[in-house]
């Protein structure tokens, strides 16, 4: 892998005064916050100066699909954040996951990836990519053994995401990185559950990163972006493809990613800490079977989440007494928890993932991923924490924990998928 150097003189400064001022040189303006640059396209002085504009990757100064100086300044800001060489907006996290993966297989390629990821990226993985003749091994994250039987002569990329969606398992990320170097194919992970705050990737192998900027990045529930990092040769290749595939982030919503991302570090920090309190008091709660949060000592792979992660973020899953109905019961009764999809924002946010991932995956392909019927996923919000905890308190204490029946069913699968965990 290509060496990665720091691609501003700020890498010695922490990620709060990066947030703030990475971008800052690339403001050619007074003004203190960088105006829109809302337009399709940039006036050339002469015919030379347009062959040079059109020549030149990425310049910022010719076409917004190409780039713009409001994506040039997120890039920047983004790349300086996740200590790597460049970065790449595009118009959403699966804009990124996309084209970072159409950049790197080809017809008869092969792709390692896990049984558990965020749904669209198993769209990708299960609908798009076999239309294109790229077979695909999806292995349990869980057990790097199996993504070392998995790899073949053809296998060109392994894509992972830890912790995954919706139900917090994690990767083994130095020794997956390995075993793909090994054999040469290069690794891709969504890491926007954890964020570079909380997960460092590249540092430990990885080649490239992908989030959706949606979440943590943006923060306040109000655009639609994605991000991609890695060295600046790969990042080109992929900008390649992105600009065929078309996803172009638009320069208000790089703009309000901008905005969103001064605050990124001290809004991480509070969700680390709303969510470790929340998980903890939901543990010992008798309505809950089981709280999956990766800083718990209680979870299966806590271990590894202290080797590899510096804090264990804002998203967390549980399982409710009494299935489905518990589970419907804590959601409808929440007062300050969000029913809405997404996650990483300043407001509490509750799913049924039953119910989300019900599109692709049967109620049993759920359940053999750890997807129950009584499952809820929170992003924990940065409400007052003893706030947060009284809602789900009073809203637990409607959760009807007799359902015999249902519940011994629900137990079974648990155990059988825990056991599972432990091997
Ligand atoms: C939301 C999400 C995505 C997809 O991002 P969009 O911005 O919705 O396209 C990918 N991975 C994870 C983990 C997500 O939460």
């Known amino acids: 892998m290509a060496k990665r ?51 030149q990757p990425r310049h910022p100064e010719f076409y917004t699909r190409y780039s713009n100086p409001n994506l040039q300044q997120v890039e920047h800001l983004l790349a300086s954040l996740e200590g790597a060489e460049a970065a790449l907006v595009t118009a959403s996290g699966m804009g990124a996951v996309t084209a970072a993966v159409l950049s790197i297989v080809h ?74 170097k090994a054999h040469n194919a290069l690794t891709l992970i969504d890491n926007t559950f954890a964020t570079p705050l909380n997960q460092r990737p590249l540092e430990m192998g990885i080649d490239l990163v992908f989030h959706s900027a949606t979440k943590y990045f943006g923060g306040h529930s109000d655009l639609i972006a994605g991000a991609i990092m890695g060295t600046t040769e790969l990042i080109q ?64 792979q806590h271990e590894l989440a202290r080797r590899q992660m510096k804090d264990y973020g804002g998203m967390l899953s549980l399982e409710v007494k009494g299935g489905a109905d518990g589970a419907y019961q804590l959601i409808s009764n929440l007062k300050l928890g969000v029913r809405a999809a997404s996650l990483g924002a300043v407001e509490t946010l509750v799913v049924h993932p039953a119910s989300n991932f019900a599109h692709y995956l049967t109620p049993e392909q759920g359940m053999a991923i750890g997807i129950m019927p ?50």
Do not use: C
């Not at 709060?16 to 105006?35: F, K, Q, Y």
């Not at 940039?42 to 040079?52: N, R």
């Open 107 to 180: 017809a008869g390629a092969h792709v390692v990836a896990q049984t558990n990821h965020y749904g669209g990226t198993l769209n990708l993985l299960r609908d798009l990519l076999p239309r294109f003749g790229v077979t695909v091994t999806q292995v349990d994250q869980r057990k790097p053994e199996e993504f070392e039987r998995a790899m073949k002569p053809n296998t060109k990329l392994v894509l992972v995401e830890s912790p995954s969606n919706p139900v917090m398992r994690l990767t083994d990320l130095p020794a997956v990185a390995k075993i793909a």
């Open 5 to 55: 150097s720091r691609n501003n003189n700020h890498s010695a400064l922490s990620a709060d005064t990066l947030a703030i001022h990475a971008d800052r040189h690339l403001n050619t303006t007074s003004a203190v916050v960088a105006p829109i640059f809302q337009t399709a396209n940039f006036a050339s002085t002469s015919p030379e100066d347009f062959a040079e504009r059109a020549g």
């Open 374 to 423: 009584g499952s809820v996923r929170v992003s924990v919000g940065l409400e007052a924490v003893e706030e947060l905890i009284a809602d789900f308190d009073q809203a637990l204490g409607s959760v009807k924990t007799s359902k015999k029946g249902s519940q011994a069913h629900s137990a079974a699968s648990a155990r059988s998928q825990r056991s599972g965990a432990h091997d």
């Open 237 to 300: 290749k992929i900008w390649e493809n992105h600009v065929i595939i078309g996803a172009a982030l638009g320069p208000f919503d790089a703009w309000l990613l901008t905005r969103g991302l001064r605050t990124f570090p001290m809004r991480v920090r509070q969700h680390n800490q709303n969510a470790l309190a929340l998980a903890k008091f939901l543990e010992q709660h008798p309505a809950i079977k089981e709280v999956q949060y990766p800083g718990l000592d209680s979870h299966p």
